[in-house]
């Protein structure tokens, strides 16, 4: 399951090659706000070297690379896409162009190494309001896009509006991006709880997020994992419901009934749907059974 | 063949980094600062070398102190500092 992705700082390789061990199903190396401007080459050697020599399996490695309108931009390319990370961070998403445009220059750059087309997939940082007013067509623009991520800091500031605990401010930008995600069948990042302190606040974060259809969230602290990952696993008592309702179903249709009802409710098509999302990532995790 | 045209540096004296510093030179000169240098020392002047050599300096004086890391990323280091040099 790809439930937390944790922020690497680019330049530091005592974080880096420890990273695969904080738990995190997914890490983003971070060749952007967190490396300083003149060390931005040198982030980027690191970073580029690290992805070659280091066996990072069973963990998703996503590199976050300059905005597109950066002076860094070309070079995160040249320098990341021959590496072939799982996907490749894209900050400050604001329309379906600026995915085109990097779509364009991905695919040059998979011709001239011989890499497989569209092997490069693509995560949209969504942190500008335009950006989340654009959304379902930025994750529309290509089959590259596989994910989109709320960025809110950033947002916040766009919005002309405080950053909080509650993130009532972020309300519409949430909602919007799940349905846009959901709408284009890419998965949908929820935005890092900043206090790295307060382990209530992320777990009160990460459950507003899953209850919203969110697939998972960054960290900017591997103290906020563990909580993510709990978070967004189904629960004990989830997949014995959705067991029980595969298992009605099964039933039903052996002895020819259309209908059926459960716990005294019946099962319609959306209940079957969300039973067989919580088996598959029962599953995933090892927590699945025979029906 | 590229030169190294001014002194640079590169990387940290943090736990699992390495800091090199390059500057011009006639042949190349590889000094090591280096708790592990009885085990490691070769291995770590071969890598230096590897890297100046695909980057086609053959002149340069290099400093590395190193603080426990990983080949990957005294490469990664070393490809810096020689690439600052460089630079005009």
């Known amino acids: ?291 | 063949m590229a030169e190294i045209i001014k002194k640079a540096v590169a990387g940290t004296l943090e736990s699992s980094d390495v800091y090199v510093e390059a500057e011009p030179a006639e042949k190349l000169e590889i000094s090591i600062d280096s708790a592990v240098e009885a085990q490691f020392g070769d291995a770590i002047r071969n890598s230096v070398r590897e890297v100046a050599a695909a980057l086609g300096v053959d002149g340069a004086r290099l400093r590395v102190k190193d603080r426990g890391a990983l080949d990957c990323v005294i490469r990664a280091r070393v490809e810096t500092a020689l690439r600052r040099g460089m630079e005009a």
């Open chain 1, 1 to 291: 399951m790809k439930r937390s992705m944790l922020f690497i700082p680019g330049n530091t390789p005592g974080l880096l090659i420890n990273g695969a061990c904080l738990g995190a199903d997914m890490l983003i190396f971070d060749l952007e706000d967190a490396v300083s401007p003149d060390e931005k080459d040198s982030a980027r050697v690191l970073v580029r070297n690290i992805l070659k020599d280091l066996d990072f399996s069973g963990i998703g490695t996503i590199v976050r690379v300059n905005s597109v309108d950066s002076a860094y931009f070309e070079k995160d390319l040249e320098a990341i896409v021959p590496c072939s990370p799982d996907m490749i961070m894209l900050p400050k998403t604001g329309c379906e162009a600026d995915v085109l445009r990097v779509d364009a220059r991905i695919g040059a750059l998979e011709e001239k190494l011989g890499m497989e087309k569209n092997s490069v997939r693509l995560m949209l940082l969504i942190e500008t309001a335009i950006g989340v007013e654009n959304a379902f067509k930025s994750a529309s623009a290509s089959e590259r896009v596989c994910a989109i991520f709320l960025g809110a800091e950033d947002l916040s500031a766009d919005l002309r509006c405080k950053r909080s605990k509650e993130g009532r401010e972020i309300e519409y930008a949430r909602a919007r991006l799940v349905c846009a995600g959901r709408a284009a069948g890419v998965d949908v990042y929820d935005t890092p709880f900043t206090d790295v302190n307060d382990d209530e606040g992320i777990r009160r974060d990460a459950e507003a997020a899953k209850a919203l259809g969110f697939t998972g969230k960054a960290a900017i602290s591997p103290r906020h994992v563990d909580a993510i990952n709990e978070v967004f696993s189904p629960s004990e008592k989830d997949i014995e419901y959705a067991y029980e309702v595969m298992e009605a179903i099964a039933l039903a249709r052996q002895q020819g009934r259309g209908a059926i009802a459960l716990r005294g409710k019946m099962i319609d098509a959306p209940i079957v749907a969300r039973a067989q999302q919580t088996i598959a990532a029962a599953e995933e995790l090892g927590l699945g059974r025979e029906i």
